[in-house]
T-cell receptor, first 112, second 116 residues
Framework: ELKVEQNPLFLSMQEGKNYTIYCNYS?????LYWYRQDPGKSLESLFV?????AVKQEGRLMASLDTKARLSTLHITAAVHDLSATYFC????????????FGKGTHLIIQP | DTGVSQDPRHKITKRGQNVTFRCDPI?????LYWYRQTLGQGPEFLTY????????KSRLLSDRFSAERPKGSFSTLEIQRTEQGDSAMYLC??????????????FGPGTRLTVL
């Protein structure tokens, strides 16, 4: 059974600081996704990582994938309050035939 | 581009009643997924369709859950004899899956179900 673990599950940080969220998964996969969810809202796609060594950046967020270590990271640079949200990583191992398997999410609070 | 839409957005029902939710995927997306999300958890995969064919349904939570996509466009998810434990957000997602290449899933706003 595929397991996806995120850490930390809760993170409170100050504006301007840097931090990294980690996503470990238990089965070989070369497809990993990061989503953002605001309270009471649906999921917004942030990054799609499709190969080992993939790195993508959008604004203050950067995601990377190491398929050999079965690890993805989401790095936040110089955090701002607007980035407060819950961030999920999700893994696909059968080309979508099992849907996406999500981690429990990292609830991020960025304080002024 | 209107994105994935779901209806209703909120549903309150009494235990034992049947409920049906609708999902309209992004136009021309041939794959459609249903997920359930409970408070504090990530979405949990339930079932998916490729066009009108339901290719995976073993993950539906019980035989009270069923889904259809009769014409390969919109889909419905039905829960019969609802229980309080069915209270959750039900999310729909679609993806183009063109030429065998699978792409990211785009999620709708969800239907929040409360069973009293």
């Amino acid at each position: 059974e595929l397991k996806v673990e995120q850490n930390p599950l809760f993170l409170s940080m100050q504006e301007g600081k840097n931090y990294t969220i980690y996503c470990n998964y238990s089965t070989t996969s070369d497809r990993l996704y990061w989503y953002r969810q605001d309270p009471g809202k649906s999921l917004e796609s942030l990054f799609v990582l499709l190969s080992n060594g993939a790195v993508k950046q959008e604004g203050r967020l950067m995601a990377s994938l190491d398929t050999k270590a079965r690890l993805s990271t989401l790095h936040i640079t110089a955090a701002v309050h607007d980035l407060s949200a819950t961030y999920f990583c999700a893994v696909d191992v059968r080309g979508g035939a099992d849907g996406l398997t999500f981690g429990k999410g990292t609830h991020l609070i960025i304080q002024p | 581009d209107t994105g994935v839409s779901q209806d209703p957005r909120h549903k309150i029902t009494k235990r034992g009643q049947n409920v049906t939710f609708r999902c309209d995927p992004i136009s021309e997306h041939n794959r459609l997924y249903w997920y359930r999300q409970t408070l504090g958890q990530g979405p949990e995969f339930l079932t998916y369709f490729q066009n009108e064919a339901q290719l995976e349904k073993s993950r539906l939570l019980s035989d009270r859950f069923s889904a259809e996509r009769p014409k390969g466009s919109f889909s419905t998810l039905e829960i019969q004899r609802t229980e309080q434990g069915d209270s959750a957000m039900y999310l729909c997602a679609s993806t183009p899956a063109v030429g065998g290449e699978y792409n990211e899933q785009f999620f709708g706003p969800g239907t929040r179900l409360t069973v009293l």
